[in-house]
């Protein structure tokens, strides 16, 4: 099944109870299109200065860019759903962007392309996204220096950011503008949730290696900062048995196990 998301950009020319009817063009294919928006109850509403907008502020006349689907209805005119609008500026305004981004840790490089998990920005951006890096990319270090592509690595703390349309697929996907890397990274650990009278509530015990070496477990606290990203995107239980794969702060206590923060926390497929 394709993932992708279709964008168009024109105008809202009216808004009722079923959605809103965009009058415009295809982002992507540059033909005409009409199209009625259900708005998805997560929508992300912003402006071009990556304000956040309420779906009551959409008013009929206001230029937008819109993305939507995978599914679209084939009535007249077609339907589908959006997750994301943004509202342009009105005419003769300059438009300054701001840039979205994510805060956080490399779990992947791979074909030119960069996972980053993390938090996202308070001007926009998503916890988990591919970026694609390329000559247009500008690499610093946290003091400005340049940097090449050989310093993104896996583990390895960044600041990445992007503009603020990105293809709405899981994860999201977009290109990197500009990617700080930090000197700080963060271990990982690959092992099983294990059942055990160490953990308390907001713990997790981590048999590492799913192995009868207990010399090399881990004991993770979990708080609200901790990302937990599984394959398709949805809510998982963190429960015995469960594979993943952890990155956690550099932060140790010398107990046995050592008890550290869990930052990302990627839950494995069920084989």
């Given at each position: 099944?394709?993932?992708?998301?279709?964008?168009?950009?024109?105008?809202?020319?009216?808004?009722?109870?079923?959605?809103?009817?965009?009058?415009?063009?295809?982002?992507?294919?540059?033909?005409?299109?009409?199209?009625?928006?259900?708005l998805d109850p997560k929508i992300k509403i912003v402006d071009q200065q990556?304000?956040?907008?309420?779906?009551?502020?959409?008013?009929?006349?206001?230029?937008?860019?819109?993305?939507?689907?995978?599914?679209?209805?084939?009535?007249?005119?077609?339907?589908?759903?959006?997750?994301?609008?943004?509202?342009?500026?009105?005419?003769?305004?300059?438009?300054?962007?701001?840039?979205?981004?994510?805060?956080?840790?490399?779990?992947?490089?791979?074909?030119?392309?960069?996972?980053?998990?993390?938090?996202?920005?308070?001007?926009?951006?998503?916890?988990?996204?591919?970026?694609?890096?390329?000559?247009?990319?500008?690499?610093?270090?946290?003091?400005?220096?340049?940097?090449?592509?050989?310093?993104?690595?896996?583990?390895?703390?960044?600041?990445?950011?992007?503009?603020?349309?990105?293809?709405?697929?899981?994860?999201?996907?977009?290109?990197?503008?500009?990617?700080?890397?930090?000197?700080?990274?963060?271990?990982?650990?690959?092992?099983?949730?294990?059942?055990?009278?160490?953990?308390?509530?907001?713990?997790?015990?981590?048999?590492?290696?799913?192995?009868?070496?207990?010399?090399?477990?881990?004991?993770?606290?979990?708080?609200?900062?901790?990302?937990v990203i599984t394959p398709l995107g949805f809510e998982a239980e963190l429960?015995?048995?469960?594979?993943?794969?952890?990155?956690?702060?550099?932060?140790?206590?010398?107990?046995l196990p050592p008890i550290t923060a869990a930052e990302v926390i990627l839950?494995?497929?069920?084989?």
């Open positions: 099944m394709d993932y992708n998301m279709t964008g168009i950009e024109g105008t809202i020319s009216e808004i009722n109870e079923r959605g809103i009817l965009v009058e415009g063009t295809s982002i992507y294919e540059g033909y005409d299109e009409s199209i009625i928006l259900h990556g304000t956040t907008l309420a779906s009551s502020d959409l008013e009929v006349g206001m230029s937008i860019k819109s993305f939507y689907g995978p599914a679209v209805a084939l009535s007249m005119p077609p339907q589908s759903t959006t997750n994301y609008i943004q509202v342009q500026t009105e005419a003769g305004e300059p438009e300054h962007e701001v840039p979205a981004g994510t805060e956080g840790i490399v779990t992947n490089v791979e074909d030119g392309k960069v996972t980053v998990i993390g938090s996202p920005l308070e001007t926009g951006g998503v916890n988990y996204v591919i970026l694609t890096v390329d000559k247009d990319t500008e690499i610093v270090d946290g003091d400005g220096k340049p940097l090449t592509a050989d310093a993104l690595k896996e583990s390895v703390r960044v600041e990445a950011f992007y503009g603020q349309v990105m293809t709405m697929i899981y994860p999201a996907q977009t290109h990197a503008d500009k990617i700080v890397v930090s000197e700080v990274s963060a271990p990982k650990i690959e092992g099983t949730i294990t059942a055990t009278e160490r953990a308390t509530k907001d713990q997790l015990y981590i048999n590492v290696g799913s192995d009868q070496n207990t010399n090399n477990d881990v004991i993770l606290n979990i708080s609200e900062d901790t990302q429960k015995p048995g469960t594979k993943i794969v952890a990155y956690h702060s550099p932060v140790m206590t010398k107990s839950v494995q497929s069920e084989e």
